[in-house]
């Protein structure tokens, strides 16, 4: 039996082993990484840079690129100034990790109204954790559905013409991200 097969007959639950958003130069906007075997922040810089080395020359801002990298699925696009990358393990399935790409691409320009470059996404950096934070928590794909996941974010005040420090949530906001989490606990009780 396949490690793949095991897998499945195991029922896990898909999963990455990072998510890394680095800007034209190839340094980082923002990355989480989830039970990946890198000692430190060196070793992450490391690996982001020789990504980036690898990917940069390729023009993927019409759809997702697919590529195996150091012993690593990894899958890419670019969107103006920022290469987002989204990194599973060599057994995970390839369209998996594109949708949470696509995911993460898409709510993106609606949360922001705008394409995602880099000046965009360092004034909304608070929304930009808060799309990550409901789109994977500790490598578990939670939601691949733009619109789900940009209701709960809730950032319906964002016109990107304010900077990250004038933005605010109103009550309203906040109510609905408090729904959200009371619905996520009640939900992993009742399994």
Known sequence: VSLHSKKMM???????????V????????????????????????TFEKK???KTSRVNAKAEAEVIMFDNMVSVYRNSSDVWMYVVGNPTENELVLVNVLTALHETL????????????????FETLLLIIDELIDGGMIL???????????????????TT?????????????????AREQIARSLLK
């Open 10 to 20: 195991e029922g896990e639950v898909p999963s990455i082993k990072a998510l890394i």
């Open 109 to 124: 320009n609606a949360a922001l109204r705008a394409t995602p470059d880099k000046r965009n996404l360092l004034d909304n």
């Open 143 to 161: 939601e691949m559905d733009a619109s789900a996941i940009v209701n709960r974010v809730g950032m319906k005040g964002s016109d990107g013409g």
């Open 51 to 53: 990504l980036f080395e």
């Open 22 to 45: 680095l800007d034209a130069e190839g340094k980082r906007i923002v990355s989480r990484y989830f039970k990946f075997d890198l000692a430190g922040l060196a070793a992450e810089t």
């Open 164 to 180: 990250g420090s004038e933005t605010t949530f109103t009550e309203q906001s906040f109510n609905t991200i408090l729904a959200s």
